[in-house]
């Protein structure tokens, strides 16, 4: 297995454009996690998904985030109406479901709103 | 809300010294996990700690969870270059909360 891949790794974007990224979590992962990292900070958690079904939402995703994983294996991360603060890291990580939850994370999408 | 702490932000120093990176919290984890982050990359799982007062060892790394499991330490020996990075930990409970990192520099 190759790992978590996400597309594309980098994004310069102007405020107002949508923005789409894409997640392939390893094959046997059935959890999905996205997260975002500004510098000098931690990843904060966005979102996850168990399978297809979205189960967590945090507080940071306004409106203008949606996320999807309809097959239960890839998953895409949309903005709309980009803003400045929008710019950040945007990282992908998968684990199994129960146990200790290990996180196997990719390389991230790294978002540049100008 | 669970927050983790860790302590120091940042820290320099050289070759061959040893030093300790710390995770605190008030809240109680059912795991906590260690990661390291290099520029531009996403962070890779060092270790997973569960029982209270567990010790793991990875080379010259060393991780202690607190035996009331709400905070952990991590003790690197003999730091070398390839040791710089951001360390991150990241407890888990119903969810996994990580925190803001340790930036570690080793000067050669």
């Known amino acids: 297995d190759t790992g978590v891949s996400q597309d594309p790794r980098h994004k310069i974007t102007k405020r107002g454009q949508n923005v789409t990224f894409r997640c392939d979590p390893i094959?046997?992962?059935?959890?999905l996690y996205w997260y975002r990292q500004t510098l000098g900070q931690g990843p904060e958690f966005l979102t996850y998904?168990?399978?297809?079904?979205?189960?967590?939402k945090s507080r940071l995703l306004s409106d203008r985030f949606s996320a999807e994983r309809p097959k239960g294996s890839f998953s895409t991360l949309e903005i709309q109406r980009t803003e400045q603060g929008d710019s950040a890291m945007y990282l992908c990580?998968?684990?199994?479901?129960?146990?200790?939850?290990?996180?196997?994370f990719g390389p991230g999408t790294r978002l540049t709103v100008t | 809300t669970q927050l983790l702490e860790q302590s120091p932000q940042f820290l320099s120093i050289q070759e061959g010294e040893n030093l300790t990176v710390y995770c605190n919290s008030s809240?109680?984890?059912?795991?906590l996990q260690w990661y390291r982050q290099e520029p531009g990359e996403g962070p890779v799982l060092l270790v997973t700690?569960?029982?209270?007062?567990e010790v793991k060892k990875l080379k010259r790394l060393t991780f202690q969870f607190g035996d009331a499991r709400k905070d952990s330490s991590l003790h690197i020996t003999a730091a070398q270059p390839g040791d710089t990075g951001l360390y991150l930990c990241?407890?888990?409970?119903?969810?996994?909360?990580f925190g803001k990192g340790t930036r570690l520099h080793i000067l050669p």
């Open positions: 094959s046997e992962h059935n959890r």
């Open positions: 990580a998968s684990s199994l479901d129960g146990g200790t939850y290990e996180q196997y």
């Open positions: 990241a407890g888990v409970w119903n969810k996994i909360i």
């Open positions: 998904f168990q399978n297809e079904a979205q189960l967590e």
């Open positions: 700690v569960v029982t209270g007062g």
């Open positions: 809240s109680v984890f059912s795991s």
